[in-house]
């Protein structure tokens, strides 16, 4: 058995493997070929083309397909109320694992200006705003810092980390730590500045 039949989540039906299989496969190596992805899932290629005749086809549909898994995550999240930093920190903690599906997003450039996925970025990107605003509004983050800069911020720490994660270079257990850590103490406020 190939090592990467190990990749395939149990008890999923075949789209699903595939989905979940090319979101692993891309992460590692954005330009494996479809055949990789087949293996990945355990079916054979006919089988991946029956679901998705092109490769652009099921890039997107793995794309659309972690953005809506990340938005169930997030709700789930965001839906208690809690106070803002405890809101963050768990925010972070929940966005750091979603590397594993999202990371291949950032690394190729074949669905820029997608219309469904823009959309699905806004609805992800929306209560993650919402929780960094309230972090700032309580004194949590600094406030005087541009909420689009703490936005960017945020995204660049959760890119270095999925990067250095699918690279080797930073364990798994260890990147969400250091995202909140770097975070918190780059836009603390007053004496914890």
């Known amino acids: 058995m190939s090592l990467m039949r190990h990749m395939r989540p149990a ?16 992460a590692a190596n954005p330009s494996a070929p479809l055949e990789t992805i087949a293996e990945a899932a355990g079916v054979g290629r006919a089988t991946l083309h029956r679901y998705f005749p092109s ?5 997107r549909a793995a794309a659309l397909h972690g953005m809506d898994a990340l938005a169930a995550a997030i709700d789930v999240v965001t839906r208690e109320p809690q106070p803002p930093e405890q809101a963050l920190d768990a925010l ?14 950032l690394v190729t450039g074949d669905l820029l200006g997608d219309e469904a996925l823009t959309v699905a970025e806004r609805a ?3 209560p993650i705003r919402r929780v960094l605003d309230a972090a700032a509004a ?23 980390a999925w990067t250095a994660v699918a690279e080797g270079s930073l364990a ?3 990147a969400a730590p250091l995202v909140r850590d770097a975070f918190r103490r780059g836009f603390a406020s007053g004496a914890e500045a």
Do not use: N
Request: hydrophobic share 55%.
């Open 55 to 59: 490769r652009l086809e099921l890039m």
């Open 172 to 174: 798994r257990q260890d």
């Open 11 to 26: 008890k999923l039906a075949p789209r699903d493997r595939l989905l979940h299989a090319a979101a692993t496969v891309w």
């Open 92 to 105: 972070i903690e929940m966005l750091v694992p979603f590397g594993d599906r999202l990371h291949f997003l």
């Open 124 to 126: 992800v990107d929306a």
């Open 138 to 160: 309580t004194g949590a983050l600094r406030s005087e810092v541009p909420a689009g800069w703490r936005f960017r911020a945020l995204e660049a720490l959760l890119y270095a």
